[in-house]
């Protein structure tokens, strides 16, 4: 009798612990945080493996442990039809977690201009059947704009059409454009030779500076130095990052796939809506804790909220990870915790101008030469690729930094001024937005680059499980860093890799489908890019 009593008593108190709004049964179940292309790649591919609920209801023998703080609260009881009732709602399944009010991450399709413009990611870099986003793409039949081929030094732009202009709004020729573009590309070249002499790391721009001793012949004046700062600044884009910040040991170690580089004429949203289509997504579940145990994982959020699962996977930005917001129980190991404070967080925003009438010439992007590449400026012309009046200026790294203090109207009238500056009669604009990747809460940057001092490998030991936790996000992406069809990847692979851990635990590899990849591809469709 006095077992059964202190059995009934176990029982009622986990039952108090009703905020445990996710509990372990004996179906599997993950949970997936944050809802970026990562946490929804990662979510969709658990799901089209259907890791899903199995059962129709609970059988008679109910096993289970539950968390509570730093205890286990072991039940073993024999549940009648009404509490088979109150848990069946709760079997094990994919619950994604996302802290804003929107899917997507640094993904983000705004249309409130009446058509759709993106204000985070904009380019599938590697416009080829080797791009793992190629095949969805196609399928929904979305337009690209080639930007560039392969092999640009410009990356995602070439000089097929383009315009730069002085300080004073005269238009730099093309042929000094175009040499000193070649005389970029030495120098580039020349930077290679000082990092094999060197075993000690150094700022790409400090090998600049060695480069321009040896071969003085390099250190450009007058007009073309300040071409040449504008091709630095491009490049400082690329990484979101000032070059006196980026490794010279491992800024070239990222795979560029073939194909060139296409903008995504009407945005990201579609791809991003097509994956979560059917998903478990709970929307403004800003998670603040999350504990592992041998057995499972307990996710807390901000309202106190708790949700358990057999694993997570963590598929948050590295900028967030860095603030330590998120506390794990126990502490993640002393080499994990080093990845996310080692790797390089940079900025890169957008301001969109919408015009009412285009007055630029018709070229892809427009540009501002200047002294130091923190006073260069670039603006991508969408009126090229979608045929609205839509100029967009891109400032990065400590320039993207000091324009993210200004409010939104000062911001925009900032960029609208760098455009003044070559094209005196510009007209107003009509309606503008601003991001801010670097104070947003929940970004806190645009995406990883590779800092001085620090070895490239940081973003396989952040992707590397730890016990049932998984990671999955541009910054672990060894080949692909800061690309979206990078951190689509990890979410796929982190979502293999915990399907076969949970798999390792329930043993009951018959009852899983083929994870997403491994069944026959589709039959492929091209992709739609144009060039005009």
Known sequence: MESSERSNRQFRRAL???????????????????????????ARALHEASFQRRYGGLPQIFSDCLFYGQNLVFLLYTINRKLVLLFEAELGEVVLLESRDRIGGRVHTDNSFGFPVDLGASWLHGVCKENPLAPMISRLGLPLYRTSGDNSVLYDHDLESYALFDMDGNQVPSKLVREVGEAFESILEETDKVRQEHIEDMAILDAFKIVFERRPELRLEGLAHKVLQWYLCRMEGWFAADADNISLKSWDQEELLPGGHGLMVRGYLPVINTLAKGLDIRLNHSVTKIVRRHNGVKVTVEDGRSFVADAAIVALPIGVLKTGRVKFEPRLPEWKEEAIADLGVGIENKIILHFDKVFWPNVEFLGVVAETSYGCSYFLNLHKATSHSV??????????????????????????MQLKKILPEASNPIQ??????????????????DAVGKPHDLYERLRVPVDNLFFAGEATSVNFPGSVHGAFSTGALAAEECRMRVLERHGELDLFQPAMGEETSPVCIPLQISRL
């Open 432 to 449: 503008y937005l601003v991001s801010r990747w670097g104070s947003d809460e929940n970004s806190l940057g645009s995406y990883t680059y």
């Open 16 to 42: 108090c612990y009703a905020n445990i709004e996710r509990r372990q049964a004996t179906s599997p179940s993950v949970i997936v945080i944050g809802a970026g292309m990562a946490g929804i790649s990662a």
């Open 391 to 416: 100029l967009v200026y891109m400032p990065a790294g400590q320039l993207a930094k000091d324009i993210e203090k200004m409010s939104d109207e000062a911001a925009a009238n900032f960029a609208f």
